[in-house]
């Protein structure tokens, strides 16, 4: 081991130890409450605790996941235990694991993400409401009913044979983990569940309370090789795929959300399901619980420091340390905190933030289908029937289809836009809102589309066909692929469904756009036409329509904020030239310019003649008014302004206004004339261009309120020069200032 790699593991090691113990100190207590929620022994969990640590840590994907026992897979355990016993469950737990194993060596880890999380989430709510209903009888002194409902039914009777110990003891540990959080950072650095446990037990053995003491019976040391569970193969074998899945697919599942988590190396998946099985093939063997990522120990080991995967195979190991040196102080804990325990955990397992996620997504049906079918009817039944709920959404939004139809305004025209992928399920409301269109109406129909099979096609053919010869008008844009223009003309089979096409480009002048394809003829008619003939539409109008179907909908929040008040940052002072587009060359949208244009972007100096108030007015509002930072002065190469001036006049000989308003550029041409070297060449326009855009940034000085806030550092003059053949925008600094303003 070289110097540097050994300072490297000693750097890492400062880190990952410290987090171990934090996470050990998390593992023990959830490790015995899931045990117990599991019907299975104790040390079952603490084994798992330790299998998961050294197991999973080390061969598994994620660097700084955490596995052990996982409170998710509880309600299988347990009703596996019932079904065919302890030791042959620890045999599922074994095969489940070699189907890990299998699935990791197969690289079958991504498949798992498929599963909708609304299922995930769900299914842990279920099971958390599951597991409080239980345990909560174990807090009031009773014994948990086999299902949910009696658990739910029995409840009112609990509460009114209620014992007072124990109780007390189970009312104790909720109270400190709910206040926990609420103490300072010095007594929070003991975990909370471990902290609940110790005060219970202390104040338990101090007023010497009637409580049920932890049994350890089926320790390490009573270990027993698995059994092969006796039964119908089908079912054992639905059992270890049900484990197997389950506890894959929450591995996984928490292996992303902790790479959210960390800055350091990405998980491998497929690594991640192999570590998985090998450390549940292990549990089992030794007989522990199953295996899997659980997020509460892993998000403890990030925000603990965790920097590799050292802290999850010290944390294992400080847990068999536990477990042989100290495992007698485990009988110190009365059964009821460690029930109580679980009332909290599976309480917030129902979590207010998953549900606001799945929310945003539209799948609440499908996280509320799966939670009640899990708390009635089972966990198994519980993830099909969210799966299949979750599947039944996906093909309804993949078939779904949205139309929307706009009444004229202002242009005498119905707008419809069709969205989605047009299939035979979606043309009985497609239908319902064509119609709805009168005769002899003028319609603009968008089709932003990504799929049309042959019914949708139908449908709105025929729909234009009869809409046409009762009158009226119908104009289709295809925003997209021309599904409805290359049906129509039969040139279309059958393609995929593909992604939809890159939009028009707004940027681009009208002559270099894609515009309308030409309408589909229709079929051949004996009725003489009853519609106006078209005319030619003007660039303008059609321009504004089109900025009414596409961008209005994108932009107008942005505008209904600017409504009210406009903030602008920059004044900006460009040509009239038509190649010149400020929110191009500057990357900027609405409200970000106050744009003033004019032919050679030129500033009238102080009191120049002619007088000229239209500039000086833009001026004084956007910096006294709206306190701009910047005045940008741009230019750009071939201005004809420029190319006026540098005649003399003669090329603005017939332009009396173009004459007198190139006056105010006589300062520009001088300062070229004193800086010119030798003859006049092909490069003295663009030299005049560029000592324009200078010698207006001098001229804006003359204006005293300018001067004033440039020289306290309030304002800044940029000058920019707009190279139109090659599209490059480049500054230009500030002339030596030899302005003298008058006061």
Known sequence: MTGDTHSNVLRTLRYDVPASLVVFLVAVPLSLGIAMASGAPLAAGLVAAVVGGVVAG??????????GPAAGLSLVVADLVQTYGWRATCMITLLAGAVQLVLGLLRAARAALAVSPAVIHGMLAGVGVVIALSQLHIVLGGSPQRSALANLMELPAQVASMHGHTVAVGLLTIAVLALWTRLPKQIKVVPAPLAALLVAAVVAWAFQWDVTRVDLSGSLGTWAFPVLPQGDWHEIVAAVLLVALLAGVESLLCSVAVDGMHAGPRADLDQELTGQGAANMVSGALGGLPV?????????????????????????????MFALGFGWTIRLIPMEALAALLVFIGVQMVNLGHVRKVHGHGEVPVYVVTMLAVIVLGLAEGVVAGLALAAVLALRRLTWVTVKTHEPVDD???????????????????????RAIPPRAAVDLDLNIDFMDNAAFEAIHSWRLNHERS??????DELHDEWYALSASGARTYQAKKPPAAPDRWWLPWAHRHHRPARPPAEPSSEPPVGPPDRPECRLTAGAREFHRRTAPLVRPILTELAHKQQPSHLFITCADSRVVPSLITASGPGDLFTVRNIGNLVPRRGAEPHDDSVVAAIEYAT???????????????????AGLLSGGVKAGSLPGMRRWLRHGHHSLARFIENADGPLDSRALDQLCRINVQQQLENLR??????????????????????????????LPPLPSTVSVKI
């Open 58 to 67: 080390a061969l598994g994907g994620s660097v700084v996941q955490v596995s």
């Open 292 to 320: 899997a990522g659980v997020i509460v120990r892993s998000t403890a080991n990030v925000q603990a420091g965790a920097r590799s995967r050292s802290s999850t195979v010290l944390h294992g190991m400080w847990v068999l």
């Open 412 to 434: 005498g025209r119905w707008h419809v836009s069709i969205s989605g992928s047009l299939t035979f399920l979606g043309v009985p409301r497609l239908t319902h809102e064509l």
């Open 471 to 476: 009158g009226g008008t119908v104009d289709i």
């Open 624 to 642: 006294q008014v709206l306190g701009v930072h910047t005045i940008t002065v741009c230019g750009h190469s071939g201005c004809g302004a420029m």
């Open 702 to 731: 003359t204006h005293r309120k300018v001067d004033e806030q440039v020289r306290a550092g309030r304002l800044e003059l940029v000058g920019l020069y707009f190279d139109i053949g090659s599209a490059r925008v480049q500054m």
